[in-house]
């Protein structure tokens, strides 16, 4: 050991020391979403220390070997701190979420071993050269100490977790609940016929209760419609309250009895309530289950449905210069929606002086029957062709409904206001759209009237360079260069729907492909963009999903001219070198080496190529290129094994940390289907693999809005039904999550038999 700071090292230190101060800094300023935070304090001081070491260090000066020492000691200390807050959060968060919160300690877990790696080697090479740590009885009895706290403190986290009881627990066993109330829920036959115009059961204001939800007092609320005028109706909430369940609900069914109009009713009993305490700021913001939980302050509740309602589970923006990364709740955002419509003008940020509510959920339909909802889904049955078939139908007319007079399609739409924009609309997800429609639509003549509307909308968007056409959006907008991917997928629908609308769009037809082959490279790949004062392609990385949707559409129009030859396309024998060379190069040098072992892209589009090219472009390095992708992303659809809580199944995601996006679900159907029909032309086994896919196709079955779950859903401009959000804690309905799902059930449910039609392509004779 250095006995003096002359022979202690010095610019090695100086740079280590540097460098974490930076990241420290960086942390501290970054990370919290509020100033002064304990964690940014704590932070800060770390960094400080650290960048005083460095600066001594690389000075030379004689106090550096006593800047290191003690820069090690607040280390050591703040990486402690980090460790307590870290274990104790994920302690709580894993009692709290169970098998889901497995995963985000996990994460947790990962990222102390990020800070430990960050901190702890430089700390202990630190202390050694200044002199070592005694190991006395003094410092043996401070850890034991130390460590019986520690886990007092983790029993403590573990505990907190757990909500009161707020309800007898015999009135929650098997379907106590549910014949209870049952029993005193009015026959819709007695009640009288609302107006015509009425609208959902949607109400955004809290619900004022008498005494907070709490232990020893039952407390239901219940949401149907009123008459306010003769002719006019609303929907209202009512908090009854009693010290027994059959009390709360004798006076809930005088209320209903006394006041409700014919239709359906939405039903919260809570049973059990917790009071929010600070963890740590991540796990602040998953202290409210999405579809689950509720949440008051004092005497004004939000149930589970309404704080979906209100959006309140993508508020939480842990980091600011990253504004996409959205999760969870923000304190101060869910006051603003306890006090709608009277909006103070400061909340407090704090989850402190919330309550969260356990809720069991069900909504009476118009018919009188009780379903028991979860997380605003009632638990589907397991997936048959009725249930499959009937959800492919229903995304089928929620699409069909979803088209302006311009021939766009709606873009984003609100399920409980109705309020619909077009802002972020793109010219691929209009072509994607009109390809599902094409492709699995029923009512074969909406939908050849939907989809010419909606390809003369993309082909009036269609710019010229010399015999090339591309799309552009907005249309008229002068560009200097011009994307692949747009183009080529627009060329995919425009070929695809040909079958249903004719041959009025052969010149786009024509354009468009040319455009694709001028695109391609010498290696069979495609460049990213062309450049319109030149004419020639800028060479560039391979765009994610172009490369695919190129392949696709030129082998649709490689079958099209072996078929008929048609004079204002490009031939057949261009079009079949191009894709050849194409699936040549995905399959030996687009995704090749190291990485391929492990992980794939999102490469659903390769797959779809191969497919439509089974009756007349074999490829077996392109196939088995797909078939290699997707055995890969079964690895991504949660099962039962994985710990997850049965609405869960069948969602795809990287592990349990997160709720599962539905379009990754969706996309894996799309992908795992075209999977299906590679194999079997392969003549190989293929039943793993529909056991997964089904898997997958049940949870989008469960996600979908259906008449139940669609209780608080607007009727204007057009039903909600049939659609899909982005996820179980998210309201937003996207075309493009509409349509992948479609694609992944429709697809996906004729190739297990469960959907009428066949996705595989006939071989040209």
Known sequence: MAQDSTALPRFAPALLSGLVAAVLGWGATVLPWREFTPFAITTTITAVAHGGHAALALLGHSRRGLAWRVQSLTALAYLGYITWHIFSASTYIAALYGGLGKGVAAG?????????FLLLPLAVWGLAVTGGMRWNRRAQGGTAVALLLAGVGLWRAAASAEAEAAIDPASLEGDALSKALASVLPDPAGLPEPPADAPSLLVRQAIECEAPPGPGLVTVVATSLVEVAPTRAEARSRCVQGATLPQALAALEAQLKAQALRGPIEIDVVTGTQDLEHVVPVVDAMLLRPGLDGVCEGTRCLMPWQLLAHDQFNEFMPIKVIPDLRFGFDPAQLRKALSWPSVPERFDPRVEGLRRLEVRSFVQDAGGQLHALHRMREPAPPLDAASLQAAVDAAERYILSAQGFDGRFEYKANPFTGQVSYQGFA??????????????????????????????????SMQTHEDLGFVVYPIGKKVERVGLGSTALTSIALLSCRERVGDEFDEAIGRMTRFLLHMRREDGGFHPELDLTTGEPIPGPDPLYAVGQAVFALSLLERLQTEQALPGLPPAELTREVVDAAMTYTANDYWSGFAADFFFMEENWHCLAARASLGHHRHDGYERFCIDYTRYKTRLILAESDGVTPELVGGYGFGNVLIPHNTGSSGFGEAMSAALALERARGEDTTAHEEVLRRALHFLVQQQWDEVSCFACATKPHPMVGAFSEHMGSPEIRIDFVQHAMAGMGHGGRMLGLVEGSSIPEPLQ
Do not use: F, P, S
């Open 108 to 116: 947790l877990a990962a990222a102390w071993a990020v800070v430990a």
């Open 427 to 460: 010219l691929a997800r209009q072509a994607g759209t009109t390809l599902v429609i094409c492709e699995l639509a029923r009512d074969h003549q909406r939908a050849r009237e939907v989809a010419r509307k909606a390809l003369a909308m993309l082909v009036r």
